[in-house]
């Protein structure tokens, strides 16, 4: 978990495990730029059409609360670390 909080791109992963971050992340990042191919890539990596959904589904969620959050001026509590 050290290596994936540090660098994920850098972290030992699994291919698979490397393409639904990778998918979360430009998602997550620059949602406009997503495409077919992006879900492709997950299915060339054994994803199923409901396991697509749920990675976007959760990514989007956390997207959306972060949001809700920060519109509200909420802090993060003291116990969670900001590195």
Excluded: H
């Amino acid at each position: 978990m050290a290596a994936v909080e540090a660098d994920w791109t850098s972290a030992p992963l699994s291919a698979r495990r490397r393409a639904m971050i990778g998918y979360a992340v430009k998602l997550t990042r620059s949602p406009g730029e997503m495409e077919q191919a992006d879900v492709e890539a997950l299915r060339s990596c054994g994803f199923s059409d409901r396991d697509v959904l749920d990675i976007t589904e959760v990514t989007a969620y956390y997207a959306y609360a972060n949001r809700i959050a920060d519109g509200l001026g909420i802090t993060i509590e003291e116990w969670i670390p900001e590195d």
